[in-house]
């Protein structure tokens, strides 16, 4: 099964700084970026990422070199991001909302690191990079006086743009990278598809390490609008609310967890601010629809909610699906839709064969958006990457291990990870079913299932429950369960909780949910 999506002819040199060149030129007035009352205008925010190209490539830093970025959200990250691309090189982020534990690991797995900018607040996280660690404020001076012109570096769409850390199936840090030609595509896409355009100012609401967070970065610089950035290291929903209150925002990116806080935020303070906006662009994470649907259907909501599904190596976004066409009791799982340009979705069996229309198979990705693969690594994951040959042709493909079928409407449903599964009582189950169907019973605010183990070691499920009320009942829970799954996908306990932890990046933070299963069973065993 294949779903193919619209071919669109792309520039000779699909390079997506360059548009902010044009910007700069056509619109130097504009206001490019907003941050805590400073505003910067396209002009200007190119002549200071031009100036810190000039440094780089004096340094020998130039076309396919990676750079570190280690900086809270500021101009100064959008000047380090777009001076390393305009050198040619490659910007990797070094998110700094990361405990510096994580940021020592992932140190390490970056080959040929040329060096990290950081600020006084964040250079500590990583002093003991091998490499230097530079502040773009000492260099004020010496940037100063550098040229302020378009270094006008060659570079081609199939250089590396940017590559992000995920943690892919083994749990260990993998650096995957992405081509300047697949990330032009997403952003000509979203410009196109969805008429993205000079007033569709943007604010970013996820952390700077998140995949999703580098397209929400870029996407409203692309089309000529004003990047808003909050002045927080982590997601914030009061200050979120209180800008998208308080300016002309018109389009979000970021995960479900998020949207999902912004909402409860909304509804709890009878606000507007989201149901005035164009776009909310979401995914990452199982939708739990049944957290946004009252708000969804309030009326005078003009917001059109963009379900999206991708992975961190193939550009991030590969299919999408307007929300307002999803209809649960005629879906059980809402739908991510059809694919971007010049991006196809292949629906595999374990052979790499087709499967037929309505059949379930592993989720693969063809075009455009196929990253270049991991960066320095030589393990089992970089057999994801591989090829296929599609009437006659060999085609570079990405084995994403999630599962998938595609309705009847021709829209791809995505049903879990084909890894996710887990083996209870010797059956395997995948947790995001029961999750779904704990959402659906009344009383359930929102839910979270988990592998833990008893003290004899066996894996069983924990789920967490954010009740709409009071505290609810195991008993009550696990009967009305029943009626709706078989009694091996039952979890063996239920912890009512306050809200679901987030990580950094905006998704459930299934980690810290397990910690807190075994601290509180600790605490009763003492």
Known sequence: MILQGKRVDLPSAPVVHQQVEAHARNTPDAIAVFYAGERVTYAELNARANRFAHHLISRGHGRGAKVGVCLDYSVDLLVAILGTLKAGAAYVPFDPAYPSARLQLLLGQVPDLALIVASPATAP???SAAVDVIDLAPLADHLAGLPDTDP??????????????????????????VRHEGWFNLMNWLKLEYGLHSGSNNLVVSAFGFDLSQRALMTPLFCGATQHLMATRNFDAMMAYRMLNEHDIRVVHC?????????????????DALTRLDYVLFGGEALKAERLTNWARREGNTCTLLHQYGVAECTDVATSYDLADYRPGEHDIAPVGRPAYNTDIHLLDEDLNEVGPGEQGEICISGLSV???????????????????????ERRVYRTGDR????????????????????????????????????RLVGVREAAVVVTHNDAGEAELTAFVV?????????????????????????????????????????VDRKALAEVCRNQFAGAAA
């Open 125 to 127: 996280l990583v002093e």
């Open 152 to 177: 006008g570096v060659p570079v081609t769409g199939d250089d590396v743009c940017y590559a992000v850390f995920t943690s892919g199936s083994t749990g260990t840090p993998k650096l995957t990278a």
């Open 255 to 271: 995960a479900s967890s998020t949207l999902y806080l912004l909402v409860d935020w909304e509804t709890a303070r009878g606000g």
């Open 371 to 393: 990253g270049a693969g991991y960066l320095g690594g030589s393990g089992p994951e970089n057999a994801k990457f591989t090829t296929l040959v599609v009437d006659g042709v």
């Open 404 to 439: 998938g079928q595609v309705n009847e409407a021709g829209e791809l449903v995505v049903l879990g990870r084909m890894d996710a599964q887990v083996k209870v009582r010797g059956m395997r189950i995948d947790p995001t079913d029961i999750e779904r169907a704990l959402g």
């Open 467 to 507: 009740p709409t009320g009071g505290d609810l009942a195991e008993d009550d829970l696990r009967t009305r369960l029943l009626w709706t799954l078989p009694r091996n996908m039952v979890p063996a306990r239920f912890v009512n909780i306050l809200r679901i932890p987030l990580s950094p990046h905006g998704k």
